[in-house]
């Protein structure tokens, strides 16, 4: 005898076949989105950057600086030492050389905006870097900091404000 019964469904082949595709799908989705901006992590890693350069500073008795230009910053030593690094204008026989971790750059579509003394600054026009001009911020041995007010913006992301307050670096609500 012959059995005339009709299955209907689906083997277990086809359904993971179907999910190995939905996942390679997905996959594919995923790595043509545009990288999520996240300027909190930004912050933060400016916000520690500033706060360690300060440190540095008084625990070493050195002036540090920081360097910002459109793409993002560079904290700086002054040296007796030239070693390639530009000559300050101020302290004529020293040199701003790179100090910690080299020029920091910001991800694409994130501005970067700097007051000091309560004024806004500029940053030079075209992409160079800040490699031969003067820090905007200064750090010094006695702790004493250059006022000043750091935002970082993203389109539609809001922001805090990285600035000196009560003899040290926050990172606070935007006001």
Do not use: C
Request: glycine share 10%; no cysteine; aromatic share 8%.
């Amino acid at each position: 005898m012959i059995n005339n019964r009709i299955y209907q469904g689906f083997t277990l082949l086809e359904v993971m076949l179907v999910v190995v595709l939905l996942a390679m799908v997905a996959t594919l989705v995923i790595n043509t989105l545009p990288d999520t901006i996240n300027v909190p992590q930004e912050e933060e890693r400016l916000t520690n950057s500033l706060r360690w350069a300060a440190e540095q500073a008084i625990l070493e008795g050195a002036i540090y600086g920081v360097k910002l230009d459109r793409q993002g910053w560079l904290i700086v030593k002054l040296s007796h030492n030239p070693g390639g690094a530009g000559e300050s204008l101020s302290w004529p026989g020293y040199y701003w050389r790179p100090a910690g971790f080299g020029h920091h750059l910001l991800p694409e579509g994130i501005t970067l905006e700097l007051a000091v003394e309560n004024q806004p600054r500029l940053f030079p026009a075209g992409k160079e870097k800040s490699a031969g001009s003067e820090p905007q911020i200064l750090l010094l041995p006695g702790g004493e900091v250059t006022r000043f007010s750091l935002r970082l913006r993203a389109h539609g992301q809001t922001h805090r404000q990285i600035t000196w307050h009560e003899h040290q670096i926050m990172l606070m609500e935007a006001q």
